[in-house]
DNA sequence: GTCTATACCAGGATAGAC
DNA sequence: GTCTATCCTGGTATAGAC
């Protein structure tokens, strides 16, 4: 591999311009020109935008499924709701920019590549209705979507807050959701998970 | 005024096709050929597509601010935190589909009209900066955000949540906010506001 | 004062030469 | 695998009809 590899550095230049700029306001030229490349030249490794879009996003949304899974394969604790949400929001954190850009850019995405926004829907609804526990009241369903939105502002924190450490925005953000959901204070350890059901 | 006149109507074809398909997603030719004339007539009335978009979400902005003066404006005591927040989500939920706008298209509307984009910014870093109270600690800062977020699930919760009643929402979403926040539960009127202050 | 016709340029996409 | 040339659509600008 002589090269570092001409559809790697496309791929590379668009995560960069689409996060900064945003999806539909960076155009092929600008990655082209940034590349050294003509237009036509991304058309031979990515056949239309969308797909290079979809190149940048897809990650985030594979480990998201992962988590969401892993959630829904336990019971309804409040020891394993606690991990859940830390588990969200780690991954979220691990992939903050392909987030940023399905936050920022819901509209172009939405009408751009519906079905991989469709399983995105998909993923966060299931997480939501985990996170409600089993016979929710509307209140629970609510206050489900109210953590898990809680969580997202670590997203929107850098611009914000730049100035606060990421371990007590973690920290804080995870109290706050648990907070959201009716959760007592975390011990350090997750004992009795078995006890009194959440409010 | 024999016509709706043509302008009004523009506005009011522009807000819909915005908030249904997003900013970058409609042309004007679609705007043009709902209202019935031409794209050239467009701009007779509205020098370019940004000032289309300014006079959709001006007024929006516009009441957004006297939320944040008003809040601005009271001594950092629990039940005026609560009124505010309440104050808060009463204007989201007022201009609803414009705020769903300024969130889905953020990235488009940052790119545009940078100028409004940035006083949404401000007013919601003082609105942060006030919940927050005074000498907060990042946690209070973290928080405060948290719970603002909070509120804007009130914007997806149409398309998560369709069947929950808008009351049961206002009230869960602001209980949510306060928990985030650490004030105990509402009484009925916000009696004793004087007394002890939040976490 | 209100609108149409028309032309311009940028951006996404395609065909075909090298 | 990369380029040139070309097409179509969308935002914009202007001249001029009514």
Redesign the interface.
Known sequence: MEVADTRTRIRAVAIELFTT?????TSLREIADRVGVTKASLYYHYPSKQELLLAVLRPLVVEWRQAVDAAEALPHTPANVRWALENCLDTMLRHRSACALF??????I??TVQPLWAELLEL??RL?SWLAGPSPT??D???A???T??L??AL??TA??PD??ED??RR??LE??A??L?LRRARTRPVDARAAKPA
Chains 1, 2 share one sequence.
């Not at 936050?103 to 172009?108: G, K, M, N, V």
């Open positions: 700029q945003g999806y539909e306001q936050i920022r850019d819901t509209a172009a939405l009408a966060s609804a939501n509307s209140a369903r609510i206050r979507v109210a953590a939105e809680t997202g502002v929107t924190s914000l807050m606060v450490p007590e925005l804080t953000l706050s959701a907070a959201v009716g």
